[in-house]
């Protein structure tokens, strides 16, 4: 394979890296694998070694699955195997739970907008960033699933995606109009006139959709990072215009340069486009090519993905990435087939490599996930307005 | 032989947004800041107590068509602070309120059974339950529910919510790797739930958590809050912290579990307890009284005594006299967001008795109020407050005290460095924990099935 000379970090920024945590990993036999430890998968303590392993290997984030419903291959409901992982803890709060026991690396929960309500969303989201001072992201998805349906009982399938994906457009539109629902100085605790709060510096955000107003503001003073950065997987152009409106980045499950670049061109206003990526990683490729046929023969059929599926060793992956970092990507979300096994050959393998390639970290430079992202923090979108402080505290109509 | 000496239970309710925290002390730090929970947490984890309390409020506090600024103004979310916690304490129980009117069953089921896996088994719920519009405006489903239907909600999302719990039995997962059998069942979390407010069914997605079912507590002093705590509850926050009012509430509820077959040690009675400490009684008086005034300025007096007046009083003085107009009956609209407001239910029987009051005691509206409102439950030195709390727990008006200090957040250090080590010695309050999860340190047993409701 060819050796690509390191390039000089000044021409060529570094790629970001986030790990998606799902499980005991992304190949439907991962928990029958050596270390996989399937029997902790409900406890705090699995997910802080797999947080803490991540954030040795100096990643950007992990993003934490999430469903609200069980795990299935039939989209229209349980499948009843009993080969597969199934069930799940709510991925915001699992993301809180192991934030104190962190210090760097970035926490996105997913959340499914269709059937939760922004206001909670949002404050829980303010609220993690505040337990990790800083590191909160959102993971928005939506869910057709009919049997996700029948389990909140107020609408009924089948539902469109295109109206979900806008009703989810409006969710983080909501999400975040609320995190700057208070300004940055609003808590002013002035003994003299006896306010805690300058009330001109919190805003009704009034939102009116079709589908729910919301009147704000939030519950929850604004988040350290002012907003959190939000993401949603591109799964395929249909989710562009989605994506354009509320992510600050997009996962793309793109399969070749061709693919990146028209994702790229089609989505010029999104800061961070990531690649989606599931890698099985060993440092002899035919190790890593016998390990997954050992899993696909354990589970009965080959390993199939809505995302272009590697395996191979670190030195290839990495020369991989970055020909997507060439085609304009500015990183990856890798989805490791088994964690117990991929988890560590990316943090201890793949790490290393780019590295040496001058194409990642060496030390954390920043303590935000913004920071790490190089996203500057926002002022709240209240305070840039022109000063109107009288309409600003205007009671509701 | 002499009765055995009844185990108080101590727990601790994050002080913020409420008219008792005084924010302007210097000693007073961040309501937002992680830092500020982890060192109440770990205090109260110190002091062995049974469990931290988080109160919730979906919607800023109003008062005359503006966001209330008198008080602590903003609070983080519930679940999320307290599955942080779980983090950064072993055995103290992680209690939180959420809504039963603004949340969805299913959603809040699974939220409170990962919090219980992540804990260890720590969770506690406080069931609330909201009717008004005002909050409902953050909300898709607005301000939808009629008043006389919120407890019948609460009941039924209470309901659904331990079908929800115990549509895993504990026994599905096998996660056997050489059989590759990770199910036992094929047909996990199976459930199905047919009322008036709630028609859902399928599969709940988390495997039963360590509690079985998280603890259960419930506040509300109106009778149906006493029938839905009598049936449903494993605590309840009591709102009388005297003798006599004590024990006559103590009775009322644990008279109502037989009709639900449950024996009174199956719900707790615990009620809201502020204290002030000095090393003398006297010195304690006196820092009672400064707090006092700290909570209650002159613009706040004001703002309470509109309360209950329901109309403007700005142009009053606070170290006047009552005003002499009359309350305006009905609905208040002067203040929103508030539950306090409910209790005057009879406005203009509240304002003839204020009225006589301040004139027998010549007292000015600022004085009034400091006299009328929330008072501290506990003052003197710790030997006193120690006493004090013992006796109401022997004399049966308490099973114990949720504590909010007035501070944030070292607010509870005193009384877990000189007050719990006095209970400790009275051989009523434990030295360490004896189990790992609420259940144990409540000494509730393990779930079991509701009983039916009766009338």
């Known amino acids: 394979m060819p050796v690509h000379p390191s390039p000089s970090p000044a021409t060529s920024p570094a790629l970001h890296l986030a790990v998606a945590l799902d499980g005991a990993g992304w190949h439907p036999a991962a928990w029958r694998e050596p270390g996989a430890d399937p029997g902790l998968l409900f406890t705090a303590g699995y997910w802080a070694a797999l947080v803490a392993e991540a954030e040795a290997g100096l990643l950007d984030f992990v993003t934490f699955e999430d469903s609200l419903s069980l795990q299935s291959t039939d989209p229209a409901g349980p499948d009843g195997r009993t080969d597969l992982v199934r069930g799940r803890l709510d991925a915001v709060l699992v993301a809180a739970r192991v934030a104190p026991l962190s210090r760097h690396i970035g926490l996105v929960p997913s959340v499914v907008a269709t059937h939760t309500e922004p206001f909670h969303v949002s404050k829980a989201l303010a609220t993690l960033d505040y337990v990790s001072r800083g590191r909160a992201g959102l993971r928005i998805q939506i869910s057709e699933r009919p049997d996700e349906v029948r389990h909140f009982g107020r609408r009924t399938a089948p539902l469109d995606p295109a109206e979900l994906y806008g009703e989810a457009a409006d969710h983080v539109e909501v999400v975040r109009r609320l995190w700057d629902s208070w300004e940055d100085d609003a808590e002013i605790r002035d003994a003299a006139t006896g306010r805690f709060i300058d009330r001109a510096k919190l805003h009704y955000i009034d939102f009116e959709g079709p589908r729910f107003s919301v009147k704000g503001p939030s519950i929850t003073p604004r988040p350290p990072q002012g907003l959190p950065p939000v993401s949603a997987l591109a799964s395929d152009a249909a989710v562009y215009p989605f994506l354009a409106r509320s992510a600050d980045i997009g996962y793309v499950p793109a399969h070749d340069a061709g693919e990146i670049r028209t994702a790229v061109a089609a989505l010029p206003g999104t800061p961070h486009l990531f690649g989606e990526l599931t890698v099985f990683l060993d440092e002899q490729p035919a190790a890593a090519e016998r390990r997954l046929q050992r899993l696909d023969a354990a589970h009965g059929t080959a390993y199939t993905s809505d995302a272009p599926v590697f395996a191979g060793t670190p030195a290839h992956l990495a020369d991989l990435l970055l020909e997507g970092r060439e085609a304009g990507l500015t990183g990856f979300r890798l989805r490791p087939g088994v964690l117990a096994h991929d988890l560590p050959a990316i943090t201890r393998g793949l790490v290393p490599e780019l590295q040496r390639r001058g194409a990642f970290r060496r030390a954390y430079e920043a303590s935000s996930l913004r920071g790490l992202l190089g996203l500057p923090r926002p002022a709240s979108r209240y305070a840039a307005a022109p000063a109107a402080p009288a309409a600003a505290a205007s009671p509701a109509a | 032989m002499s009765k055995p000496l009844k185990q108080i239970h101590l727990a601790a309710h994050f002080p913020g947004v409420n008219s008792t925290t005084v924010w302007s002390d210097p000693a007073a730090g961040s309501q937002i800041d992680f830092d500020s929970f982890l060192h109440f947490a770990r205090t109260a984890e110190r002091a062995k107590f049974d469990f931290l309390f988080l109160a919730e409020g979906l919607r800023l506090r109003e008062q005359g068509g503006e966001i209330y600024d008198l008080d602590v103004v903003g609070r983080p979310d519930t679940f999320t602070v307290l599955a942080a916690l779980a983090a950064v304490t072993e055995h103290l129980g992680l209690a939180g309120t959420i809504n039963s009117t603004f949340n969805e069953p299913y959603e809040v089921a699974r939220q409170f059974a990962s919090l219980d896996h992540l804990s260890g088994g720590r969770a506690a719920w406080n069931v609330v339950t909201s009717w008004d519009a005002f909050t409902g405006e953050n909300f898709r489903r607005g301000g939808f529910l009629p008043r006389e239907e919120r407890y019948e909600r609460a009941r039924e999302f209470l309901d659904t919510a331990h079908e929800l719990f115990d549509a895993w039995d504990g026994g599905e997962i096998l996660a056997d790797p050489v059989s590759g059998e990770f199910l036992r069942d094929a047909n996990p979390g199976a459930f199905a739930h047919l009322g008036k407010q709630f028609d859902i069914s399928g599969h709940f997605n988390v495997p039963r958590s360590p509690q079985g079912r998280p603890v259960v507590f419930q506040a509300g002093d109106s009778d149906?809050?006493?029938?839905?705590?009598?049936?449903?509850?494993?605590?309840?926050?009591?709102?009388?912290?005297?003798?006599?009012?004590?024990?006559?509430?103590?009775?009322?509820?644990?008279?109502?579990?037989?009709?639900?077959?449950?024996?009174?040690?199956?719900?707790?009675?615990?009620?809201?307890?502020?204290?002030?400490?000095?090393?003398?009684?006297?010195?304690?008086?006196?820092?009672?009284?400064?707090?006092?005034?700290?909570?209650?300025?002159?613009?706040?007096?004001?703002?309470?005594?509109?309360?209950?007046?329901?109309?403007?009083?700005?142009?009053?003085?606070?170290?006047?006299?009552?005003?002499?107009?009359?309350?305006?009956?009905?609905?208040?609209?002067?203040?929103?967001?508030?539950?306090?407001?409910?209790?005057?239910?009879?406005?203009?029987?509240?304002?003839?008795?204020?009225?006589?009051?301040?004139?027998?005691?010549?007292?000015?509206?600022?004085?009034?109020?400091?006299?009328?409102?929330?008072?501290?439950?506990?003052?003197?030195?710790?030997?006193?407050?120690?006493?004090?709390?013992?006796?109401?727990?022997?004399?049966?008006?308490?099973?114990?005290?949720?504590?909010?200090?007035?501070?944030?957040?070292?607010?509870?250090?005193?009384?877990?460095?000189?007050?719990?080590?006095?209970?400790?010695?009275?051989?009523?309050?434990?030295?360490?924990?004896?189990?790992?999860?609420?259940?144990?340190?409540?000494?509730?047993?393990?779930?079991?099935?509701?009983?039916?409701?009766?009338?």
Request: hydrophobic share 40%; net charge negative.
């Open chain 2, 224 to 455: 149906e809050g006493r029938e839905f705590a009598a049936a449903a509850a494993d605590a309840i926050f009591g709102r009388y912290g005297t003798l006599e009012a004590g024990r006559a509430f103590y009775a009322d509820v644990k008279g109502r579990l037989a009709r639900y077959g449950r024996t009174p040690d199956e719900l707790k009675i615990l009620p809201a307890a502020t204290f002030v400490l000095g090393d003398t009684d006297a010195e304690a008086q006196e820092l009672a009284r400064e707090v006092r005034l700290q909570q209650v300025s002159g613009a706040t007096a004001i703002k309470r005594l509109e309360h209950v007046w329901n109309r403007d009083l700005s142009g009053y003085d606070p170290d006047g006299p009552l005003p002499d107009v009359d309350p305006v009956p009905g609905e208040n609209t002067i203040a929103l967001g508030r539950a306090s407001v409910r209790m005057h239910r009879d406005p203009l029987a509240v304002a003839r008795e204020w009225r006589e009051r301040a004139a027998a005691g010549g007292l000015s509206i600022r004085e009034l109020v400091m006299e009328t409102t929330e008072r501290q439950s506990f003052v003197g030195s710790p030997l006193t407050v120690a006493q004090g709390i013992d006796a109401l727990v022997q004399a049966d008006a308490a099973d114990g005290f949720i504590l909010v200090p007035h501070l944030t957040p070292g607010g509870l250090d005193a009384f877990a460095d000189t007050v719990v080590p006095l209970l400790q010695e009275r051989g009523v309050f434990r030295r360490e924990y004896e189990g790992p999860t609420l259940r144990d340190h409540l000494g509730l047993a393990a779930p079991r099935a509701l009983a039916p409701a009766h009338g």
